[in-house]
Nanobody
Framework: QVQLVESGGGLVQPGGSLRLSCAPS????????MGWYRQGSGKQRDLVAN?????NTNYADSAKGRFTVSREKNTVYLQMNSLKPEDTGVYYC?????????????WGQGTQVTVSS
């Protein structure tokens, strides 16, 4: 059973930075896509950024120019700069792999990010 373990969340003032990390435990295969989703209070879980095996990245409009997603093998990072209060939420690590003819998704337990003065 693959489990994704996240770290790096916390409380930060507006304009500050945080770096999230996520690595799997128990994984024996490489993920095709890894990334981060955010869920604000009472809102749906939305994509923040992801990156595939080839290093191609995809960002939500709100993250462009401020956040950077990167990966080393099966560890994915999210560097968040110039944080705003609207970035507050639970950040979930996601990993996807295509095997046996279908996509399979794995999720972390979530890490809280709070941007507040």
């Amino acid at each position: 059973q693959v489990q994704l373990v996240e770290s790096g969340g916390g409380l930060v003032q507006p304009g500050g930075s945080l770096r999230l990390s996520c690595a799997p435990s128990g994984s024996i295969f490489s993920f095709d896509v890894m990334g981060w989703y955010r869920q604000g209070s009472g809102k749906q879980r939305d994509l923040v950024a992801n990156i595939d095996r080839g290093g191609n990245t995809n960002y939500a409009d709100s993250a462009k120019g401020r956040f950077t997603v990167s990966r080393e093998k099966n560890t994915v990072y999210l560097q968040m700069n110039s944080l705003k209060p609207e970035d507050t939420g639970v950040y979930y690590c996601n990993a996807r792999t295509f095997r046996i003819g279908m996509w399979e998704d794995f999720w972390g337990q979530g890490t809280q990010v709070t941007v507040s003065s």
